[in-house]
């Protein structure tokens, strides 16, 4: 999961980063409005953290702009302000959950994925697709009951493409989900194609069908349409 994290605070914007780092998610930093505002416009999130007090602008301002990029980007306002009005305001902006500053990194961890669950896959631990499961507490995948052995990049890409199931999926967007924001830089993506390659054959291999759909000079699918 790729996320984003808005706080001008260095100190607490490296610990977070190795926290989440650690937590097995894609993070990408920003540390002022502009810099933020500039990522959200180029680049698109699951899970946006943000600081509200920014050096050069007020991030309750950048959840309008998040909304009209993604309606599925999760927002957690992480901020010093604990005001009644700053917390309605957050929410009624289209904010998903609020925390006030100090916390604890557990607490936030816990809210990240809540929200995960309850956004991204309908309050479900499991993520089921004919005899594909995903154990999203164990990070572990098992295809007809029989558990897979895959790194960290085939099962965030296996994630991505059931999350997106039956959309077109352009090679730059995988890239950008997989790698971060920087990937976009890149002459080429061709070492998509080797992560493809071996998701399908250890998903074949336990006896799943190939539902990755190579489209000639667009990009993939993931569908169980021939």
Same mark, same amino acid.
């Given at each position: 999961?790729?996320? &984003?994290?808005?706080?001008?605070?260095?100190?607490?914007?490296?610990?977070?980063?190795?926290?989440?780092?650690?937590?097995?998610?894609?993070?990408? @930093?920003?540390?002022?409005?502009?810099?933020?505002?500039?990522?959200?416009?180029?680049?698109?999130?699951?899970?946006?953290?943000?600081?509200?007090?920014? =050096?050069?602008?007020?991030?309750?301002?950048?959840?309008?702009?998040?909304?009209?990029?993604?309606?599925?980007?999760?927002?957690?306002? &992480?901020? *010093?302000?604990?005001?009644?009005?700053?917390?309605?305001?957050?929410?009624?902006?289209?904010?998903?959950?609020? &925390?006030?500053? =100090?916390?604890?990194?557990?607490?936030?961890?816990?809210?990240?994925? @809540?929200?995960?669950?309850?956004?991204?896959?309908?309050?479900?631990?499991?993520?089921?697709?004919?005899?594909?499961?995903?154990?999203?507490?164990?990070?572990?995948?098992?295809?007809?009951?029989?558990?897979?052995? &895959?790194?960290?990049?085939?099962?965030?890409?296996?994630?991505?493409?059931?999350?997106?199931?039956?959309?077109?999926?352009?090679?730059?967007?995988?890239?950008?989900?997989?790698?971060?924001?920087?990937?976009?830089? @890149?002459?080429?993506?061709?070492?998509?194609?080797?992560?493809?390659?071996?998701?399908?054959?250890?998903?074949?291999?336990?006896?799943?069908?190939?539902?990755?759909? *190579?489209?000639?000079?667009?990009?993939?699918?993931?569908?169980?349409?021939?």
């Amino acid at each position: 999961m790729k996320m &984003l994290i808005v706080e001008d605070n260095k100190i607490l914007l490296a610990d977070l980063t190795n926290f989440f780092n650690e937590q097995e998610f894609l993070v990408e @930093s920003a540390e002022d409005f502009l810099h933020a505002r500039e990522k959200i416009a180029l680049y698109q999130y699951d899970i946006v953290i943000l600081d509200l007090g920014l =050096p050069d602008g007020n991030g309750m301002e950048l959840i309008p702009i998040i909304r009209r990029q993604s309606s599925d980007t999760i927002i957690i306002i &992480l901020t *010093a302000r604990d005001a009644v009005e700053d917390k309605v305001r957050g929410l009624e902006l289209g904010a998903d959950d609020y &925390l006030t500053k =100090p916390f604890h990194q557990a607490e936030l961890n816990a809210r990240v994925r @809540s929200q995960l669950r309850r956004k991204k896959f309908n309050g479900k631990n499991e993520l089921v697709f004919n005899e594909i499961k995903v154990d999203l507490e164990a990070a572990r995948v098992f295809v007809n009951g029989a558990g897979l052995n &895959l790194t960290r990049k085939e099962y965030d890409l296996l994630l991505y493409f059931l999350y997106n199931q039956n959309r077109l999926l352009t090679k730059e967007s995988i890239a950008e989900h997989l790698w971060g924001d920087h990937v976009d830089q @890149s002459d080429h993506f061709d070492f998509i194609y080797n992560h493809i390659k071996n998701l399908r054959k250890k998903i074949m291999a336990a006896g799943g069908n190939n539902y990755i759909k *190579a489209m000639y000079g667009m990009g993939y699918k993931f569908t169980e349409d021939i």
